[in-house]
């Protein structure tokens, strides 16, 4: 009768303990998975006010591209594009189909950007104004701050994953559905044309 | 460069120079201790001539725990006294060099430029974006973070910096003070700072013993005045010596932080090798209680080698980029200030100076 008792003490023991194990790890994924998606959020930011600021751009570049229109319809094209991937990826941040449209979307975008700035190079007028010099300033600048928000967002999303592949929490992964999530790459060939914007 | 690596070198150093500083403190008690034994045995074989020698003991341990409160009593409300005197917020210090805010919508294009660099780094860094303050009357390239705290903390940078440096290279400073923010560095110095004043009143304390109590009769606490004010200029000396050692340690792991931000390391290079031309030196009188904070050496070399906060730049360039030829660069490249006639005889006149009274100092 004692030793039952003592067996059964024990087995409850070891039931807690495990119970508190697979709880930990539960929430340590719960988290992982919040601070991406929270480093989302920081890109989403950036890549909004990009999208602020495109329009602007094509509209002070008018003025002096007037022959040049083409290129100024595919920038808008690949902007308005590259916004609605980022409405889909932002709605549900990591999952692998979204962020790899958002990532072609913003590769397509960047390459018609740098189109754009190749183009302006030609036309003096259009380079010395104050607006446009501005605006190129800020696009710089949010450009820079998608990379790093982008560092952050991929950082978190190694954390994440590695967590979630890692014996036993795979387990635990598996059977509450945590899914993989996809890191932001801009694709080689698109990084290549990104826009060059020097000031120096 | 090996960001990592350089990183966990300064922060292993750091440590090591903390431990050194608790030692230093030990051995500050351990003197009061042995000096006030020597005193009170020696008055009290004057007063009884027929106490035999055997009866000097090294060890009386109420004798030592009375020095010991005595002593880390005195400095410890000596740095409190010092850390609330200089705990002010990052701004205020900033004010007081003569910083001017810039604005979070200012249209200038250089403070826009500066604004929008210091935005970018918050983000590389992962800290709330600090207050910009640029100090309009400082011509050399230097710039300084101040604040205890990522909240409450700020940013300045001489017009030099805002004005003579490419986007690349102002990245490379700010992404430098940023890592003094996020290690808390203001905070380490702040407190070192407070230990070293801590000393100092042991000083004080024995000069106060030496003259209040002046009479002949008081010969014992005139004697451990004496030691006091002995032990505890010693005790400053040695705490300086550390201090400047550790704040040379923080700004090598300051460089290697900042270029874990950028991923640039001749950003950073470069505009080292800019102010190696141009000059770090500031104007401001009150530079010299702050120098420790500032990104370059704001007072030129100091005659102490071991005294000085920074590292020589050419060391600290060769950290970045081993491969670094040795000559500074001219600013030539870089965008002119608004008064374009002075920032000219800057560029040329004392680039070629310093950079041949660097090479003669090395």
């Given at each position: 009768?004692?030793?039952?008792?003592?067996?059964?003490?024990?087995?409850?023991?070891?039931?807690?303990v495990a119970?508190?194990?697979?709880v930990?790890?539960?929430?340590k994924?719960?988290?992982?998975?919040?601070?991406?998606?929270?480093?989302?959020?920081?890109?989403?930011?950036?890549?909004?006010?990009?999208?602020?600021l495109?329009?602007?751009?094509v509209?002070?570049a008018?003025?002096?591209?007037?022959?040049?229109?083409?290129t100024?319809?595919?920038?808008?094209?690949?902007?308005?594009?590259?916004?609605?991937a980022?409405?889909?990826?932002?709605?549900?941040?990591g999952?692998?189909?979204a962020?790899?449209?958002?990532?072609?979307?913003?590769?397509?975008?960047?390459g018609?950007?740098g189109?754009?700035?190749?183009?302006?190079?030609?036309?003096?007028?259009?380079?010395?104004?104050?607006?446009?010099?501005?605006?190129?300033?800020?696009?710089?600048?949010?450009e820079?701050?998608v990379s790093?928000?982008?560092?952050a967002?991929?950082?978190?999303?190694?954390?994440y994953?590695?967590?979630r592949e890692?014996f036993?929490s795979?387990?635990?992964?598996?059977t509450f559905?945590?899914?993989?999530?996809?890191?932001?790459?801009?694709?080689?060939?698109?990084?290549?044309?990104?826009?060059?914007?020097?000031?120096? | 460069?090996d960001?990592?690596?350089?990183?966990?070198?300064a922060?292993?150093?750091?440590?090591?120079?903390?431990?050194y500083?608790v030692?230093?403190?030990?051995?500050?008690?351990?003197?009061?201790y042995?000096?006030?034994?020597?005193?009170?045995y020696g008055?009290?074989?004057k007063?009884?001539p027929?106490?035999?020698l055997s009866?000097?003991v090294?060890?009386?341990p109420?004798?030592?725990?009375?020095?010991?409160?005595?002593?880390?009593?005195?400095?410890?409300?000596?740095?409190l006294?010092?850390?609330?005197?200089?705990a002010?917020?990052?701004?205020?210090v900033?004010?007081s060099?003569?910083?001017?805010?810039?604005?979070s919508?200012t249209?200038?294009?250089?403070?826009?430029?500066?604004?929008n660099?210091?935005?970018?780094?918050?983000i590389?860094?992962?800290?709330?974006?600090?207050?910009?303050?640029?100090?309009?009357?400082?011509?050399?390239?230097n710039?300084?973070?101040?604040?205890?705290?990522?909240?409450?903390?700020?940013?300045?940078?001489?017009?030099?910096?805002?004005?003579?440096?490419?986007?690349?290279?102002?990245?490379?400073?700010?992404?430098?003070?940023?890592?003094?923010?996020?290690?808390?560095?203001?905070?380490?110095?702040l407190?070192?700072?407070?230990?070293i004043?801590?000393?100092?009143?042991?000083?004080v304390?024995?000069?106060?013993?030496?003259?209040?109590?002046?009479?002949?009769?008081?010969?014992?606490?005139?004697?451990?005045?004496?030691?006091?004010?002995?032990i505890?200029a010693?005790?400053?000396f040695?705490?300086?010596?550390?201090?400047?050692?550790?704040?040379?340690?923080?700004?090598f792991?300051?460089?290697?932080?900042?270029v874990?931000?950028?991923?640039?390391?001749?950003?950073?290079?470069?505009?080292?090798?800019?102010?190696?031309?141009?000059?770090?030196?500031?104007?401001s009188?009150?530079?010299?209680?702050?120098?420790?904070?500032?990104f370059?050496?704001?007072?030129?070399?100091p005659?102490?080698?071991?005294?000085?906060?920074h590292?020589?730049?050419?060391?600290?360039?060769?950290?970045?980029?081993?491969?670094?030829?040795?000559?500074f660069?001219?600013?030539?490249?870089?965008?002119?200030?608004?008064?374009?006639?002075?920032?000219?005889a800057?560029?040329?006149?004392?680039?070629?100076?310093?950079q041949?009274?660097f090479q003669t100092?090395?």
């Open positions: 009768m004692n030793t039952l008792l003592i067996v059964l003490t024990v087995l409850a023991a070891l039931a807690l119970a508190l194990f697979v930990g790890i539960y929430n994924l719960v988290g992982l998975r919040n601070r991406f998606k929270n480093a989302y959020a920081q890109i989403d930011v950036q890549l909004k006010r990009r999208y602020d495109i329009p602007n751009l509209e002070t008018k003025g002096y591209l007037k022959h040049e229109s083409g100024l319809e595919a920038v808008v094209a690949a902007r308005n594009a590259a916004a609605s980022n409405a889909g990826a932002a709605a549900n941040p999952d692998p189909a962020m790899q449209k958002l990532a072609s979307a913003e590769g397509t975008l960047s018609t950007l189109r754009l700035f190749a183009l302006s190079e030609a036309y003096p007028d259009l380079k010395a104004n104050t607006t446009m010099l501005s605006l190129m300033e800020e696009l710089t600048s949010t820079n701050k790093f928000s982008r560092q967002y991929n950082d978190s999303v190694m954390a994953n590695t967590q890692v036993p795979s387990l635990i992964a598996g559905h945590f899914t993989a999530a996809e890191l932001f790459a801009i694709e080689e060939a698109a990084q290549k044309e990104a826009p060059k914007v020097s000031f120096s | 460069m960001f990592f690596a350089h990183q966990d070198k922060r292993k150093n750091t440590k090591v120079l903390v431990v500083f030692i230093a403190i030990a051995c500050i008690i351990a003197s009061v042995i000096a006030s034994l020597l005193i009170f008055v009290h074989a007063q009884q027929g106490v035999p009866e000097f090294l060890w009386d109420k004798l030592f725990l009375n020095v010991m409160l005595g002593t880390l009593g005195v400095v410890a409300i000596g740095s006294y010092k850390t609330a005197a200089l002010k917020g990052g701004s205020a900033a004010e060099f003569g910083g001017r805010l810039v604005s919508n249209t200038h294009p250089e403070e826009r430029k500066l604004r660099v210091i935005e970018e780094m918050a590389a860094a992962g800290v709330p974006v600090p207050k910009i303050y640029v100090l309009d009357d400082e011509k050399g390239i710039a300084f973070a101040a604040g205890h705290a990522p909240g409450d903390a700020a940013i300045a940078v001489t017009r030099g910096c805002m004005t003579l440096l490419n986007r690349d290279e102002l990245q490379g400073v700010i992404g430098h003070e940023f890592s003094h923010i996020l290690n808390g560095d203001m905070r380490l110095n407190r070192i700072m407070g230990v004043f801590g000393i100092l009143c042991l000083a304390i024995g000069r106060i013993l030496i003259y209040s109590r002046g009479g002949r009769d008081r010969n014992p606490l005139m004697l451990l005045g004496l030691a006091l004010i002995v505890g010693i005790g400053v040695f705490g300086r010596l550390i201090q400047a050692a550790l704040s040379r340690q923080r700004e792991l300051a460089d290697a932080s900042s874990q931000f950028t991923r640039n390391p001749a950003g950073l290079s470069s505009a080292l090798q800019k102010i190696g031309s141009v000059g770090s030196q500031l104007e009188p009150r530079a010299g209680e702050a120098s420790h904070m500032f370059g050496n704001g007072l030129g070399e005659f102490f080698r071991m005294l000085a906060t590292p020589p730049l050419a060391e600290r360039i060769r950290a970045i980029d081993p491969s670094w030829d040795g000559k660069k001219n600013v030539s490249g870089a965008p002119v200030g608004n008064d374009a006639s002075g920032g000219a800057v560029r040329h006149g004392i680039g070629v100076q310093t041949h009274e100092k090395e």
